[in-house]
């Protein structure tokens, strides 16, 4: 079975539908939207966070800090697990170059397909360049 890495359309209605639920400051979806870094990765949202996946389908990757609101138009960048945080941020600008530095090695563009379908990709590369 071939799997295909080319993930653009999801990965673009992913935040268009992002975008509809009004879930999310629309200041923070505008500036992760305009880092290339992060447009290319799967967001989903969730109690008003912002969520990035390296993967298209359920259960996304929970392998990103996350940005949540926070008092007075700040943030707090958590993650990538819930029993984790980063920090807080004081705009949104700030919020976003955390997550940058916390990207994980080989970040690319989101995989099309689940979790376990970008593990299983992931290990055949690894077995190629091995």
């Not at 890495?5 to 935040?15: I, R």
């Not at 880092?35 to 949202?45: A, G, M, V």
């Not at 994980?104 to 077995?127: I, K, N, R, S, W």
Request: charge should be negative; glycine fraction near 10%.
């Amino acid at each position: 079975m071939t799997l295909k890495t080319s993930s653009g359309d999801a990965v673009e209605a992913g935040w268009q539908k992002v975008r509809a639920d009004g879930r999310v400051r629309p200041e923070l979806l505008e500036a992760a939207y305009a880092e290339p870094r992060l447009r290319q990765l799967f967001p989903w949202t969730g109690m008003g966070e912002l969520h990035f996946s390296r993967c298209t389908e359920p259960r996304w990757t929970w392998d990103i800090p996350y940005i949540q609101p926070a008092a007075g138009g700040s943030y707090w960048v958590s993650g990538p697990l819930r029993s984790q945080t980063v920090g807080p941020a004081e705009t949104v600008w700030e919020a976003i170059a955390i997550v940058l530095e916390c990207l994980p090695v080989g970040c690319g563009p989101a995989f099309l397909g689940t979790p376990e379908d970008l593990a299983a990709h992931e290990a055949t590369q690894g077995q190629l360049n091995g």
